[in-house]
């Protein structure tokens, strides 16, 4: 009774704070330049030239499908503003700040964002073919399936920047930030990578990580990153995380050893009675609003371990570095769903479609994938041992793991 109490008083609380918070943010834009700008671009690059001095404040502003076209947003403050569906093509928006601004399927077509702020910006599905970014910060920003083709970068910030299946071809990266940034089926042909820096933790198009091999093909910059933080798995013993710390990135995969012959996931001290509900009911109402939410705030702790998925659609769902432990998905859709990092061990994945799906660097021990569909999915880096079940209704072996480049761990 008191735990049910303590749950309302908090579920109060965070709403209360978002609210709070939301409508602070609702307001924080100047409302006489947002009339300015509705009047017009014309107008408005009119007011800017009449005003140098004035730095325009446009802060969590709704402008969406908002035509746009070479408008001067020069050392403008944009953070948080929502431009999505807007035509922003030859915009000057050197120097502006766009942290978290929502910029979805927008056209940026030959826009300028020379040293602009992007920092967690949602770029998803925008088309800035020929934009110029140049000094740019775009850390944790997504660009995921956006047309970066022939756009500028040289010298960007574009760590942990999300460019999955983006069209990046004859875009210039010279002497960008790569590093943990996630490229996966992006089309980087006839990209310029020379001096660009990328780590063990930079995903390549290919599924792959980086490697110093791969930098010096392609006069890229290796630097060598810290692993993966294996604190951040839960349950794992001192010998296991040991075990976990992977240096696949500079030569094979090796067999590794968590421990003497225990099984760190199965620790009934580590497991807690009941997923989180609230989350539970937020990813079953739709899977848009989930992946908004998790842009918005990344860091988020998911925990949804043993809850039941069973032929639900999950397709594209973000569900990176989530504890899923002991969930059930038989015969779910997870097309093109994003796993990273996903703890999955003792997961019910029978008959799954995970078609596309990025399963790098799940826990899959003990999980259980007989016919699940695996068809182009990356399994870089995935966590197996001999009680993994595969697609095949066989048992994973070491020779599997270096096969698919993924980790076999002997418990």
Not at 113 to 127: G, I, K, M, P, V
């Amino acid at each position: 009774m008191r735990n049910n109490k303590e749950f309302f008083i908090h579920s109060c609380l965070v709403f209360l704070a978002f609210f709070s918070t939301a409508r602070h943010d609702a307001l924080a834009y100047n409302a006489a330049h947002l009339k300015e700008l509705k009047a017009g671009v014309k107008s408005w690059n009119s007011y800017r030239a009449a005003n140098p001095k004035s730095v325009a404040d446009l802060s969590g502003a709704v402008l969406k499908g908002m035509n746009l076209k070479r408008a001067d947003f020069r050392y403008a403050d944009l953070s948080r503003a929502d431009f999505g569906n807007s035509d922003l093509s030859g915009a000057r928006l050197e120097h502006a700040r766009l942290d978290a601004a929502i910029l979805r399927s927008s056209i940026l077509s030959r826009a300028s964002l020379d040293n602009a702020r992007l920092q967690s910006a949602d770029l998803e599905d925008a088309l800035l073919d020929n934009a110029s970014l140049k000094g740019a910060v775009l850390c944790a920003a997504v660009l995921k399936k956006s047309d970066c083709s022939n756009a500028d970068f040289s010298g960007a910030d574009l760590r942990e920047t999300n460019f999955r299946e983006a069209g990046l071809a004859g875009s210039v990266l010279s002497g960008c930030d790569l590093r943990s940034a996630y490229l996966w089926r992006a089309d980087i042909s006839h990209a310029e990578i020379s001096g660009a820096r990328v780590s063990g933790t930079t995903v390549l198009a290919s599924g792959s990580y980086a490697t110093p091999v791969w930098a010096g093909e392609h006069h890229a910059v290796f630097v060598a990153d810290s692993p993966e933080p294996v604190s951040a798995v839960p349950g794992v013993s001192d010998a296991g995380q040991a075990a976990l710390t992977d240096s696949g990135n500079q030569g094979p995969l090796r067999t590794r050893t968590a421990g003497a012959g225990e099984n760190p996931w199965r620790r009934s001290g580590n497991i807690r009675a009941a997923y989180d509900d609230v989350l539970y009911k937020k990813l079953k109402s739709g899977v848009f609003a989930w992946n908004d939410m998790r842009k918005r705030d990344r860091g988020m702790p998911i925990d949804l371990h043993q809850a039941s998925f069973d032929q639900k659609n999950l397709s594209y769902a973000d569900l990176a570095r989530a504890n899923l432990r002991g969930a059930s998905f038989r015969k779910a859709d997870l097309f093109d769903a994003d796993l990273r990092h996903a703890d999955l061990s003792g997961c019910d994945l029978r008959e799954a479609n995970l078609e596309k799906a990025d399963l790098g660097g799940t826990d899959l021990r003990n999980a259980n994938l007989w016919r699940a569909n695996l068809s182009h999915a990356r399994l870089t880096g995935v966590r197996v041992s001999g009680t993994t079940v595969l697609d095949s209704g066989k048992k994973a072996t070491p020779e599997w793991a270096v096969r698919h480049e993924a980790l076999f761990i002997q418990e």
